[in-house]
């Protein structure tokens, strides 16, 4: 984590005292910058295609060892995406339990929110902190 606010740091530094706006007449705007903002971007870009995860939380649905288990966190699986398909759902397992967990929160407010409308479903829910893939974002 340290590594990505360094680099954005360095980004925001070198733009900030690197890039110069001209206003021409017809109100284009040119930016004239340091090409090693594009080497930056460059190396911020592969290390997040290197990396691609993130802190943040997600909510687990079930915890549970034994002989059933992996056949059970898949049942719960399948009904969880049918009612939210758009919820990304994660299956592990870490000696001797699979887990299922669900969700890509990059805060705690957004996983409690969304844990506060499945309660009812899923009463044994509780939000985590793991890694979590990077969400996407809007393009404008």
Known sequence: MNNKVTVLLIIFSVTVFSIQAQYIENKTVIINSD????QLLDLHIAYNKEFPFIDGYRIQLMMQSGNTALDEAD???????EIYPQINTYVTFREPYYRLRVGDFRTRLEAMEF???IRRKYPQAWVIKDKITFPELAKY
């Open 75 to 81: 049942i719960i699986k399948q009904e969880f995406e």
């Open 115 to 117: 844990l506060e409308n």
């Open 35 to 38: 090409p090693r903002i594009e």
